[in-house]
C-alpha cells in the first residue's frame, strides 16, 4: 500500500499544530504525514510524542520525521559530525515513540573532496548511527538518506543504492524532483523513472514495497535544484517540467508501496492531484 501526504501540517489546516494537521490530512483524503523537524526537533517531550501517536493511529495516518538541515555526515570537524548524529537520534527518539518509522536525512557535503573519500566518511557516519539505534533500542527506525537536487550534495540514487546495501537498516529517500534537477533535466519522464525503480529493487524487491518518496514540481539549472515549485507551474528559465504523471505510473507499474510526501509549496493541493491520478490508474 502506498500512503500518500503532506510534508508537515496542511496549509488548510487552523492552528499550525501537529495534531489538527494530521486530523486535517485526514479530512482531505489523504493517509500520511511527514513531521518537518528540518530547523528543530520540535516534539520536546515523549508525552506529546506518544499522543501524536495515538492520533495518527486513529486517524490512520502514516506519519515519517525530516531531520533538522544542519547535518552534515561529512563535515571535516568532528563537533559538527557529532552534532549532526545527536540531531539524527534525536530524530529517531521521537519516530521511536510518535510510530514514525522513517527519518529522511540530508547527509553531507562533498566539500570538494574526491567522491570515493567522502563516500567512505559518510558510510563510516551511518554505520555509527545504526550501531547508535541498536543499542537505544530504536533498531526498527530506517534512516533515509535522501537524493539530493545538487552535484554539491552527497545522494544521487548510485551512492545511496551503495550506502544502502552496505549498511543495515538504511533505506532511500527518492525525491523525483531532485533527481530531475541533479540531471539537469535529462533525466525526465517515464524510462528516467523506471531506471530509478530498477536501481531500488536492487535492494531487493522488499525495498519496493518499502519505498519513501517526496515529490514536487521544481526550478533547476547546471548546478542542479533553484527552488520546489507547483507540479504543474512551468520554471522561470523554460526547462520542462517535471513529467509527474509518468512518475506516478511508474509507481503503479512497479507496485510500490511505502508513503510518498508532496513537497510543493502547494502541498496538499499536490498531494491530493498526485493521489487523485494514483487512485485513477
Ligand atoms: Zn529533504
Known amino acids: 500500500m502506498l500512503h500518500i501526504g503532506t510534508a508537515g501540517v496542511p496549509l488548510s489546516t487552523e492552528s499550525r499544530d501537529t495534531l489538527a494537521g494530521i486530523a486535517q490530512v485526514r479530512k482531505l483524503g489523504l ?103 541498536i543499542d537505544k533500542g530504536y533498531d526498527s527506525i530506517i534512516l533515509r538518506p535522501e537524493l539530493m537536487g545538487k552535484p554539491s550534495q552527497f545522494g544521487d540514487v548510485d551512492a545511496l543504492v551503495r550506502l544502502c546495501s552496505e549498511v543495515e537498516g538504511v533505506l532511500p529517500c527518492i525525491d523525483f524532483a531532485h533527481y530531475v534537477a541533479l540531471h539537469n533535466g535529462e533525466k525526465n519522464g517515464y524510462d528516467a523513472f523506471c531506471e530509478v525503480m530498477d536501481k531500488v529493487e536492487m535492494l531487493g524487491k522488499e525495498a519496493l514495497k518499502d519505498m519513501h518518496i517526496h515529490f514536487s514540481g521544481i526550478e533547476y539549472g547546471d548546478k542542479g535544484e533553484r527552488s520546489h515549485l507547483v507540479l504543474d507551474e512551468k520554471p522561470h528559465n523554460n526547462k520542462p517540467i517535471i513529467q509527474w504523471r509518468d512518475m506516478v505510473k511508474a509507481w503503479k507499474d512497479y507496485k510500490i508501496g511505502g508513503i510518498a510526501i508532496s513537497e510543493s509549496p502547494n502541498i496538499e493541493g499536490d498531494a491530493i492531484k498526485v493521489k487523485k491520478y494514483y487512485d485513477s490508474l
Open 31 to 133: 493517509d500520511a504525514m511527514e513531521l518537518e523537524f528540518v530547523r528543530q526537533v520540535y516534539v520536546k517531550h515523549d508525552k506529546d510524542a506518544l499522543e501524536i501517536c495515538e492520533h495518527a493511529k486513529r486517524e490512520k495516518v502514516a506519519l515519517s520525521i525530516h531531520a533538522p538541515y544542519f547535518i552534515n555526515l561529512n563535515s571535516p570537524d568532528k563537533q559538527t559530525l557529532e552534532e549532526s548524529r545527536r540531531r539524527i537520534i534525536s530524530c529517531a527518539h521521537v519516530g521511536h515513540i510518535a510510530g514514525a518509522r522513517n527519518v529522511v536525512i540530508h547527509s553531507a557535503f562533498y566539500m570538494k573532496m574526491d567522491k570515493e573519500e567522502a563516500y567512505r566518511r559518510i558510510k563510516g557516519q551511518y554505520a555509527l548511527l545504526r550501531k547508535e539505534l
